[in-house]
């Protein structure tokens, strides 16, 4: 079971607690990008990941038992995704990315070859449909911010969704707090996930929305 702390951290994010969702960020972020690292060898990809990682946890937050450990279930979340991105580069690596609450991985991966065709499409389908619908609010985004003349907002959005860099990095770019660019993400988070839903997308897309809207 989770710790009382992180507990309380969870609950406070639930509650819209934007400096909880800073602290999570600043907490995890590192861990999840060097373990991405050890994977991939690509630090373009692996902040990619990490931030996609971010944002399927807060897409699902409303779910989420906080006594969990938050840490098992961001790298779970990663290991699908580095899964997905290996498979889309050779389709013979597949990792099980399994891992303790300590982050470390308790099996080591091997390829599924009982995988047929039919089942790498739908897989394939199923991120061109994800990376659309994502691609399509974070457009959304920029329009709004633009009309709101919010360039601070915007060039901290550019720098992490776009960049791919991390939050202490975009921080320096911009000359101010890193808990301010934290900030940003995550209203650049909430954004696209109000957006996400309004699409009505079929729920094997996005499935945290629709058992969302069940509950």
């Avoid at 969870?10 to 060097?34: H, M």
């Avoid at 960049?163 to 975009?170: C, P, R, T």
């Avoid at 000359?175 to 839903?197: C, M, W």
Wanted: aromatic share 8%; hydrophobic share 35%.
């Amino acid at each position: 079971m989770a710790s009382t702390e992180e507990q309380l951290l969870v609950k406070k994010i639930q509650d819209g607690d934007e400096q909880a969702w800073s602290t999570l960020i600043l907490r995890f972020e590192g861990r999840l990008t060097n373990y991405a690292l050890r994977k991939i060898k690509d630090h373009s990809s692996c902040q990619d990941l990490v931030q996609e990682t971010f944002l399927g946890f807060l897409s699902n937050i409303g779910n989420f038992d906080p006594s969990r450990y938050i840490q098992s279930y961001l790298f779970g979340i990663l290991g699908n995704k580095i899964n997905d991105l290996l498979r889309s580069r050779d389709k013979s690596k597949i990792i099980d990315h399994a891992v303790d609450s300590s982050g470390n991985q308790l099996d080591a991966g091997h390829a599924d070859s009982a995988m047929g065709a039919s089942t790498w499409y739908r897989g394939d389908e199923k991120k061109k449909l994800e990376n659309d619908a994502l691609i399509k609010c974070l457009n959304l985004l920029i329009e709004h911010l633009l009309q709101k003349k919010d360039y601070l907002k915007l060039k901290s959005i550019e720098l992490l969704f776009v960049k791919g860099v991390s939050n202490l990095e975009a921080a320096n770019i911009l000359g101010i707090d890193n808990r301010t660019v934290a900030s940003h993400r995550h209203y650049a988070n909430n954004f696209i996930i109000e957006h996400l839903k309004k699409l009505h997308l079929s729920p094997d897309v996005f499935p945290q929305f629709s058992q969302q809207d069940q509950d």
